[in-house]
């Protein structure tokens, strides 16, 4: 338990000094951008978002998994680097175009491709537990990215464009550092090749793959689909306030990424995985508890300073809001467990029972607007948990059946 603990707390500072970086650019858009622009990006942003996913889906997390497999893992992970360091490469060309034509949609294709190279170098690290390097990935863009924000604030002319910018040169700046210092990561795909073997690499784990991206883009569904209906339905306004209430939960979002990126690699590890449920889960309610009794105690100065008094959070919004974030988080340790142990259409099935759900919802967003949202929002999360924990006593009740039947 002390490991889990010691490895679980490098982990949580590593995820908020990078994601704490994304949070302070995105509170310092709030009070850059109008209300209309605000939603704009927000939408903008989920769509993002639904690309970044499809990128783990398809190469980390089944990279998660095979690189702790027995054997030797050092090809695999040559050619993985060599397919990040070749997107690198695209997105300096593409960021090099997007500044000299000043074209917003060149830099945010850019920005998009050097997040999906970063998370590669994040999670390659967090796969073989090496903490401490994906940290320092993360003190390095924190300060990067600090700096940026200093120059936007008293520099740059602030704009959305160069605000996209800063945030790709400090990602790209964050990640080089890890290329040059370590010979397996520098390497291009350039060859005829190394592209086969990094073709033949993706049909062996293709069906590992194809549950990861389908559950990927299904779980994208329920935490972004009200991002396109408000917009649709009411107004980007209303969409800009919903953005601005999310970006409250979201320390407790990427306290769970951080936490359950390493779960996988735990559990193929662990002798006694459903204590480990156990214990992660009662983390996981006692956290949100505790952090939505300071954001009502703060509301006020986040009102007033944050958001420039622009958005008022209603302490019934934000107790539906981080109150409902608990059983998804849960849900979530769950189906950690089922890609440890290969069972990654377990995930897929439940996301798809998700992503349904969701769409029934969105009637209730179309005929309440906010209220029906957060009611949506809790359902869902609701539903995922009981699917999790139904699916987790099917598995384990069929595990413990599989070897009496071989008696």
Not at 118 to 123: D, G, M, P, S, T
Not at 258 to 280: C, T
Not at 366 to 389: C, D, I, K, T
């Amino acid at each position: 338990m002390k490991a889990y603990l010691k490895k679980g707390g490098t982990a949580v500072l590593d995820q908020v000094l990078f994601s704490g970086s994304n949070f302070l650019l995105n509170l310092f858009l709030v009070k850059l951008l109008t209300p209309a622009d605000y939603g704009l990006f927000g939408s903008l942003y989920s769509l993002y978002l639904l690309t970044v996913i499809v990128f783990g889906a398809m190469l980390l997390e089944p990279y998660v998994f095979y690189k702790n497999r027995p054997g030797d893992t050092r090809q695999y992970t040559t050619l993985n680097a060599g397919f990040a360091n070749a997107l690198l490469l695209l997105s300096l060309g593409l960021t090099v175009v997007g500044w000299l034509a000043h074209a917003y949609l060149f830099v945010y294709a850019s920005y998009t491709l050097t997040t999906c190279v970063i998370y590669f170098y994040k999670r390659h690290f967090l796969s073989i537990l090496s903490i401490s390097r994906s940290l320092y990935i993360s003190v390095l863009y924190f300060i990067l990215i600090s700096a940026g924000l200093l120059l936007l604030n008293y520099m740059i002319p602030q704009s959305l464009f160069n605000a996209f910018l800063v945030l790709n040169g400090a990602t790209i700046l964050s990640v080089l550092p890890v290329v040059l210092s370590n010979g397996q990561f520098r390497t291009v795909l350039y060859r005829p090749l190394a592209w086969l073997q990094f073709r033949d690499m993706i049909v062996r784990q293709k069906k590992y793959a194809f549950h990861c991206v389908s559950s990927g883009i299904l779980a994208w569904v329920p935490g972004n689909i009200y991002f396109i209906l408000l917009p649709l339905f009411y107004s980007k306004e209303l969409n800009a306030y919903f953005k601005a209430l999310q970006n409250i939960s979201l320390p407790i979002t990427h306290l769970n990424i951080a936490i359950v990126s390493l779960l996988v690699p735990f559990f193929i590890q662990s002798a006694n995985p459903d204590k480990l449920i156990r214990q992660v889960s009662g983390l996981f309610v006692l956290i949100p508890v505790l952090y939505l009794l300071v954001i009502l105690g703060l509301s006020g100065g986040i009102e007033h300073y944050v958001y420039n008094d622009r958005y008022d959070l209603k302490p019934l919004w934000l107790c539906a809001l981080l109150l409902g974030i608990i059983p998804e988080i849960i849900a979530n340790v769950f189906k950690a467990f089922f890609r440890s142990i290969d069972r990654p259409e377990l995930v897929t099935r439940i996301n798809l029972g998700n992503a349904c759900m969701a769409l029934l919802c969105s009637y209730f967003v179309y005929r309440f607007g906010l209220p029906g949202v957060l009611g949506s929002y809790v359902a869902v999360n609701v539903f995922n948990l009981l699917s999790s924990v139904r699916s987790y006593r099917l598995e384990t009740h069929q595990r413990q059946k599989a070897p009496l039947e071989l008696v």
